[in-house]
């Protein structure tokens, strides 16, 4: 991703991230139940690509704690939320790398 599309994406995020999960509600209709009937083993390994504030990996951590979960996003604002979502959850963030 070229410079100018990354500063794009955190000035989009920078203030969105913050009521972002409420506002996907009306645009991702099924998403929660596609997390709830998602085949995860214990081994699993799931890697969401624009994970965003993390909330789909957290739902999915809790329910499979087993599995070891991965997020990427683009936008480093979306980062750091995700971040602390994760470290709110009470979930182990075992490493990180914000660019």
Partial sequence: MNADAKVQMDNMYR??????DLTRK???FGRDRLIAE???GSQDVICEVGCGTARNLI?????????SFFG???????LKTADANVRASGLIML???HP
């Fill in 72 to 78: 990427i996003d683009a936008s480093t604002e979306m």
């Fill in 59 to 67: 739902m999915l951590a809790k329910k499979h704690p087993g599995a």
């Fill in 26 to 28: 009306y645009y991702l």
């Fill in 38 to 40: 998602l085949p995860v």
């Fill in 15 to 20: 203030y969105q991230r913050y009521f972002y």
């Fill in 95 to 97: 490493a990180k790398k």
